[in-house]
């Protein structure tokens, strides 16, 4: 838990929001932009038992076989919901103008995202622009403000509601959804591998010839990174209007699968 993962400015991980609203320190305390919740790592080498009947090349062929595999699998990195970058809803005339926005907690919304379902990753509709009464929302001012600031009765006059007083969306008010509530993809991947043993006596003991096959993420699993920040964190654009790509999944923390031979001498 902290208030904010990154060494320095610009320098955060690729799950972190920058500009973090110092303001507001109840909203930034939350999961470290590293916690990984839950990790599994299994790994193990079997030396395949070579036959005592066997002699010459059939013997060559069916000894010294050994395979490998290791399995990880861990829980997804934190990330954040935001809305209105861009278009600076707070008005904190900030070139990383994001805001938070509210969080529901409706049916369904025990959990903010839809595991495996790369397209619509986010469950917007546990999401809502935050809210005010019409009291609190001034028509006469250049930008229309919402505020519960006395003073602004003094310059504007008592406050009534615009647009459309059933939304009464509050674009500058800060939202209660907070740092890293939400949890991106995890992961499993496995690597697998086959050895062929081959030592030449004639030479020493110990020297040995291997050949070596060796397939990384045997099972070609995708494994999706977060939500790029904040082109997919977005869940309203700076009108209140959904974006219609937040949660979307466009890269991956892991390769394909990919194999590789080589050839290793030991001595």
């Known amino acids: 838990m902290d208030t904010g993962s990154a060494t320095g400015h610009g320098d955060q991980f690729g799950n972190s929001i ?20 839950r990790t599994l790592v299994v790994s193990g080498t079997w030396q395949l038992p070579s036959p005592k009947s066997s002699s010459g090349p059939a013997a060559w062929i069916a000894t010294g076989w050994q395979l490998g595999g290791i399995y990880k699998a861990s829980d997804g990195v934190p990330f954040t919901a935001t ?11 900030n070139s990383d103008d994001w805001a938070f926005p509210n969080r529901l907690t409706g049916p369904g919304c025990a959990s903010l ?15 809502a622009v935050p809210a005010a009464p019409p009291s609190f929302f001034y028509p006469n001012v250049p930008t229309p403000l919402c505020s519960s600031d006395p003073q602004l009765d ?26 890293n509530i939400l949890i991106g993809p995890g992961t499993s991947n496995l690597d697998f591998s086959v050895f062929k043993n081959n030592y030449i006596r004639r030479i020493s003991e110990q020297f040995n010839v291997q050949f070596r096959v060796e397939v990384f993420n045997i099972l070609n699993r995708a494994n999706f990174h977060v939500p790029i920040v904040p082109d997919n964190t977005d869940i309203f654009d700076s009108t209140g209007a959904p974006t219609g790509v937040a949660g979307f999944l466009t890269s991956t923390t892991t390769t394909s699968r990919q194999v590789q031979f080589a050839l290793k001498v030991m001595w």
């Not at 406050?159 to 939304?167: E, F, V």
Request: aromatic fraction near 10%.
């Open 83 to 93: 809305f209105g970058t861009g278009g600076d809803p707070q008005g904190l005339n």
């Open 113 to 127: 995202v839809n595991p495996g379902n790369p397209n619509n990753y986010i469950k917007t509709q546990c999401f």
């Open 18 to 37: 920058a500009s973090l609203p110092w303001y507001d320190p109840s909203l930034l305390r939350g999961l470290s932009d590293f916690n990984i919740g």
């Open 154 to 179: 003094v310059l504007y006059g008592p406050g009534t509601a615009i647009g459309d007083p059933t939304l009464g969306q509050c674009l500058n008010l800060r939202g209660n959804a907070g740092r």
